[in-house]
């Protein structure tokens, strides 16, 4: 299915749900947020990448385009449990991805907690995290070290848009020599929606820090 041909089809399934429905907003501003995800893909490394793990799929966007422009396949998809319910809450996201006929499943990423995934994947990717601010309490600083520590049982490759958009001090000093802020040709900063620190790390380099 082409970019279009899917743009198309999740337009239809919007139709079906209430126009405020949770993930309503990637459709019916497709060209911003598919420009973020396009941004992403552009910018990951996919030498030797024949399977991914998605966290916090979302619509599943991302994963259209690592199919159908990088030609992987072997693509798992995961969310939070109330994006897979039959309501509103979750019915739209779940048709939307269930067009991809990725495996989907539930997974969180809690602090200091091990995701225990059932495979191994050639890279892990998230875009738009809130397990590492949205979810915690106020003034909490996401253990990274943890977290990559538990990628890297299970991959080779980590690559994070965070919702981070600021200066960038509350990241600490161990992270810093895998984080991205994008610039433009004359050095300046990006805006929406590709803006933002990423993380970008192969486990070579990450065990050697």
């Known amino acids: 299915m082409n970019t279009q041909d899917y743009r198309n089809t999740l337009t239809e399934i919007s139709k079906r749900h209430w126009k405020k429905a949770p993930g309503a907003k990637y ?4 060209d911003m947020y598919m420009l973020e995800k396009q941004f992403c893909v552009d910018n990951m490394n996919f030498d030797g990448v024949n399977s991914v793990l998605e966290i916090g799929c979302g619509m599943g966007m991302l994963a259209h385009l690592i199919q159908e422009q990088k030609g992987v396949n072997d693509i798992e998809l995961t969310d ?22 990725f495996k989907r499943f539930v997974m969180y ?21 809130v397990f590492d601010r949205e ?10 070290e943890y977290w990559l520590d538990d990628c890297f049982k299970y991959c080779k490759r980590v690559f994070v848009k965070t919702n981070f958009a600021g200066g960038g001090k509350s990241f600490p000093d161990y992270l810093r020599p895998y984080l991205w ?3 433009g040709p004359n050095g300046e900063s990006l805006g929406k929606p590709r803006r933002g620190w990423y993380i970008r790390v192969d486990k070579d380099d990450w065990e050697k820090r």
């Open 27 to 30: 459709i019916h501003k497709w």
């Open 80 to 101: 939070v449990d109330e994006f897979f319910d039959a309501t509103d809450k979750g019915g739209l996201y779940k048709e939307c991805c269930d067009v991809l006929g």
């Open 109 to 129: 990423v809690n602090m200091n907690e091990p995701m225990k995934l059932d495979r191994q994947y050639d890279m892990i990717v998230a875009t738009r995290t």
């Open 135 to 144: 979810c915690l309490e106020p003034g909490t600083i996401f253990n990274y």
């Open 181 to 183: 802020w994008p610039k």
